[in-house]
Each structure stands twice: as C-alpha cells, then as structure tokens.
T-cell receptor, first 112, second 114 residues
Framework: QKEVEQNSGPLSVPEGAIASLNCTYS??????FFWYRQYSGKSPELIMSIYSNGDKEDGRFTAQLNKASQYVSLLIRDSQPSDSATYLCAALRRGGNEKLTFGTGTRLTIIP | DADVTQTPRNRITKTGKRIMLECSQTKGHDRMYWYRQDPGLGLRLIYYSFDVKDINKGEISDGYSVSRQAQAKFSLSLESAIPNQTALYFC?????????????FGEGSWLTVV
C-alpha cells in the first residue's frame, strides 16, 4: 500500500463546475497535509495546507481533512481552464523521524 | 529571480559520466532537499539536509551523493550516471519550523543519460 494514494486520473471537469480531488494516507501519525499544483514540465507550487480536521477555504479552493478516515480532499470551485494541471497531495509526519511523502498526483483537465 | 535556482536546467550526459546538479537559494532556509520525479512514481526524496552539518539519505539515495557547501547551496552528484537516472530533478527548501514546514521547489533540472 502506498503511503499517500491518489487517483491518477485524468479527471475531466467542465469549466465552471466543481473539481473534487481526493487523497488517502496510511501513516496515522501524519500531522500536516499539502496540496501542490504542477503544470507539465514545471515545478510544484503550493496551493493549500491543512493541519486540523474540517475545511479550510482560500478563494476558489477548499481543503478538507478527516484524520479519522485518513482522508484529504481539495475542491476547486468555478473551475477554469488554467486549473488544468496535476495536483499532488503530500503528508507530513513531524518529530525525530520527520518525513514528507507525496502522492503520485491526479491529472485534472478543465473542459471549456 | 527565482528563490531556488537550479543549474543546469537541462543536461544530456553519457552513461558512466559524472554529473553535478547545483542548487542555490535566497530564502534563508536551513533545510534543503533533492527529489527526483518520474512518470507514475511521483516525487521521491533522494537526500536532505537540515543544516550545513547535517546530511541524510532519502528513500532512493543509491547512486547519488550530495554536498552542502553553505546554508544556501546544496549540490547533487551522480558519480557514474546510468540511463535509469534519467528524470526530472528538483531541489527544494523549507523553513522547518511550525506546523507547516512548507516546501518550496526550484524550477527543476531535466537530466537525460544516454
């Protein structure tokens, strides 16, 4: 079992709709979670971080964390063609054996 | 200018050659990392350094070595390159404090070993 799992996609969403990206993690000690957006051939850039159970909103983006279910999601409202990219989920375990683990990413395509 | 700069951005090298990828950062972060990215495998950690005197192996360190020359500089070496080291390599930095430990990536270095 991969430590951080994402559906590789591609996920196709019509422009203006809500895109929903999901991620599960296996390390129960993970404390912080991140969503990165990566355009083809470019470096990942941080979209959202979330540390507490519940929702965190930033503009069109909402991150959701459920530690009991070991589940993290990213919602993108009013999807735009510029949102077409690969989205990477990452989980951080802090402490003496600190470790940040990335999922393999979900490729999102917004259809005009 | 980018906060995390990698050189070279693209390199084609032959099997058996030594190649060095360099990374410098202006963010003032203590922590630096080298990742490689392969299709379907995501980002995998090669080496990381939490300060100038600290070097740690990541999950795929075999065939690689690193040098932390200064707080701002962290280089990755392939002593004898092989074709399966063809990948996109990222240097990254983080502040390493607080809950977040957000990682910031450089622009990437495409390495092809033929």
């Amino acid at each position: 079992q991969k430590e951080v799992e994402q559906n590789s996609g591609p996920l196709s969403v019509p422009e203006g709709a809500i895109a929903s990206l999901n991620c599960t993690y296996s390390d129960r000690v993970s404390q912080s979670f991140f969503w990165y957006r990566q355009y083809s051939g470019k470096s990942p850039e941080l979209i959202m971080s979330i540390y507490s159970n519940g929702d965190k909103e930033d503009g069109r983006f909402t991150a959701q964390l459920n530690k009991a279910s070991q589940y993290v999601s990213l919602l993108i409202r009013d999807s735009q063609p510029s949102d077409s990219a690969t989205y990477l989920c990452a989980a951080l375990r802090r402490g003496g054996n600190e470790k940040l683990t990335f999922g393999t990413g979900t490729r999102l395509t917004i259809i005009p | 200018d980018a906060d995390v700069t990698q050189t070279p951005r693209n390199r084609i090298t032959k099997t058996g050659k030594r190649i060095m990828l360099e990374c410098s950062q202006t963010k003032g972060h203590d922590r630096m990392y080298w990742y490689r990215q392969d299709p379907g495998l995501g980002l995998r950690l090669i080496y990381y350094s939490f300060d100038v005197k600290d070097i740690n192996k990541g999950e795929i360190s075999d065939g690689y070595s690193v040098s932390r020359q200064a707080q701002a500089k962290f280089s990755l070496s392939l002593e004898s390159a092989i074709p399966n080291q063809t990948a996109l390599y990222f240097c990254a930095t983080s502040e390493g404090t607080g809950t977040g430990n957000t990682i910031y990536f450089g622009e990437g270095s495409w390495l092809t070993v033929v």
